[in-house]
């Protein structure tokens, strides 16, 4: 503990960091973390990703709405920390090099033009038009004479619009007449198409960032009755922020700690991995995962909830299974019950047995097999491969040289290894973000999803401020490492369930316009 005096441990303790988990992570940095050991993509065609068809899924969906009636109490978690300052990225750097000067939209800001040329189809241009006219400023004039960067500058600053620096949730991305609906509102309807009640109930839980807590709360007080009258739902909308306990150090090149300039740690967030506190704290049957920004017009909704509602009835009969065979090796775990509840873990799940497993005593069989699958559940969808960033299904060797069906993201992967970089080659669908899950066992208790983390699957990296390199430590992915030890299935879900908007301009794309 050298490196760290005793103000720094007291600074680490306010956060809820201790001593132990303090000299951890700046041994995560010296000693790095492996890489991931992949084996096979996961694919249709290998049996790693399903199928469904159109008689699967009316089952699927059958089975779910039965599930809702029988009194099945389903969430919707969101993640909605990011702020939406990279969706403008393009924009803050145009504006910044030609603002106060005579300039044209140079050739190599093709997306500041793009933006420019269909300003007016933006769910925000009313915002936009108004803003400027409170300043007694003409947004045509300004068009006209080609100050196009006071424009932009109107639409971000935080003293006008504030669009730079609102959360990417409260950005309006969707028209609809007069009305235009920001991220959040589309989570809400969607939510009542799909995670409703027996008795017209909808709990969503969006985790933000503190700094947003409060534009979060006024927003949703000032659309909560018009979203319940409208769908006919009672809304039950929490929210949570990152606790500060999973923040991470932050080193320099040489992996000593970074200090501010009174002197103090610096601590950054420790990733969207460290949402599994949070996840962990919702008190829910089954729980569907999807990020802020996938979100469609009404119009383009109806294929999201067939297939949302299609793995999650997947995810009751699945784990209805696994529930039937926990029973079965707790009451009377005879020969033909562990037979039965193995081919059913490896087969159907994917789990791995060893291969001496059929000499072992039966009760060793029963204990192995039930350590097996006593875990939580995710059905994941699996988007076919359009080169969209982001990770993907395959199949992974674990540090006891096991087989488990993990997503994993491409900064995981030893790419310079020939091999591995042919197996991420050969990936033929992607993540997007489409999780349904269940946390809870067989006697309804929550699971501790602390006991289902592989540790050893974060990452590190590296940003430059000014001169310095300052790295950072990433924990285990919320759907990577943070569930590398549940029940995992993948399924294939068609490309309209994914409509993500990374940049401003993605929301002129057929899908964000109206219908």
Same mark, same amino acid.
């Given at each position: ?263 103090? /740690?610096?601590? %950054? +967030? ?7 506190? !949070?996840? &962990? =704290? ?5 729980? *569907? ?82 350590? /097996?699958?006593? %875990? +939580? ?7 076919? !491969?359009? &080169? =969209? ?5 395959? *199949? ?120």
């Amino acid at each position: 503990m050298n490196h760290f005096t005793e103000g720094d441990l007291q600074q680490a303790a306010t956060l809820g960091i201790t001593p132990k988990q303090l000299q951890q992570q700046l041994n995560n940095f010296r000693q790095g973390f492996a890489k991931t050991e992949l084996t096979r993509a996961a694919t249709v065609q290998n049996g790693g990703i399903r199928r469904l068809e159109e008689a699967d899924i009316d089952r699927y969906v059958s089975a779910y709405e039965e599930s809702i009636a029988g009194g099945l109490r389903p969430l919707k978690f969101v993640p909605a920390s990011g702020a939406a300052t990279r969706m403008f990225k393009d924009l803050y750097e145009f504006s910044s090099k030609y603002f106060g000067i005579d300039y044209s939209v140079a050739s190599d800001y093709p997306s500041v033009r793009e933006f420019l040329e269909h300003i007016r189809s933006f769910a925000f241009f009313d915002d936009l038009q108004a803003c400027m006219q409170r300043s007694a400023c003409d947004f045509g004039d300004y068009m006209t004479r080609g100050d196009f960067a006071t424009v932009i500058n109107f639409l971000l600053k935080e003293q006008y619009l504030g669009y730079g620096s609102l959360p990417k949730a409260l950005i309006k991305f969707h028209r609809y007449g007069s009305l235009q609906r920001t991220p959040l509102e589309e989570h809400i309807v969607e939510g009542a198409e799909y995670a409703r009640t027996a008795t017209d109930e909808v709990y969503l839980h969006f985790t933000v960032s503190p700094e947003h807590h409060r534009l979060f709360t006024s927003k949703i007080a000032s659309i909560r009755k018009y979203y319940e009258d409208a769908l006919g739902v009672k809304l039950h909308i929490a929210l949570s922020e990152q606790k500060h306990y999973t923040d991470t150090l932050a080193v320099d090149e040489y992996n000593n700690p970074v200090r501010d300039e009174a002197g103090h /740690l610096v601590f %950054r +967030p420790g990733g969207h991995g460290a949402l599994i506190e !949070n996840l &962990g =704290e919702c008190n829910a049957d089954i729980i *569907f995962i999807k990020n802020i920004d996938n979100v469609v017009p009404d119009w383009m909704k109806h294929t999201t909830t067939v297939y949302k509602k299609a793995l999650a009835g997947l995810l009751v009969e699945v784990q209805q299974q696994v529930f039937a065979h926990l029973r079965a090796l707790a009451s009377h775990p005879e020969a033909s019950h562990i037979a039965a509840a193995a081919t059913f873990a490896s087969d159907q799940l994917h789990l791995h047995l060893p291969a001496d497993f059929g000499a072992l005593p039966l009760a060793e069989q029963c204990k192995q097999l039930t350590a /097996l699958l006593h %875990r +939580p559940i995710r059905v994941c969808g699996m988007v076919r !491969n359009q &080169g =969209e960033p982001g990770g993907g299904p395959f *199949f992974v060797r674990n540090s006891q040289q096991q087989e488990t069906l993990q997503i994993v993201e491409t900064a995981q992967i030893n790419t310079k290894s020939p091999a591995q970089n042919d197996i991420l080659n050969h990936a033929t669908h992607f993540n997007p973000v489409d999780l349904v899950c269940a946390t809870k066992d067989h006697r309804g208790r929550r699971f501790d999803l602390h006991q289902y983390v592989d540790y050893n699957t974060g990452f590190i990296s590296k940003k430059t401020k000014g001169a310095q390199t300052v790295k950072s430590q990433e924990l285990p992915g919320l759907w990577n490492g943070s569930m590398a030890h549940w029940i995992t299935l993948f399924v294939e879900v068609p490309l309209a369930t994914f409509n993500p908007v990374k940049t401003v301009n993605d929301l002129l794309r057929k899908e964000h316009l109206e219908g």
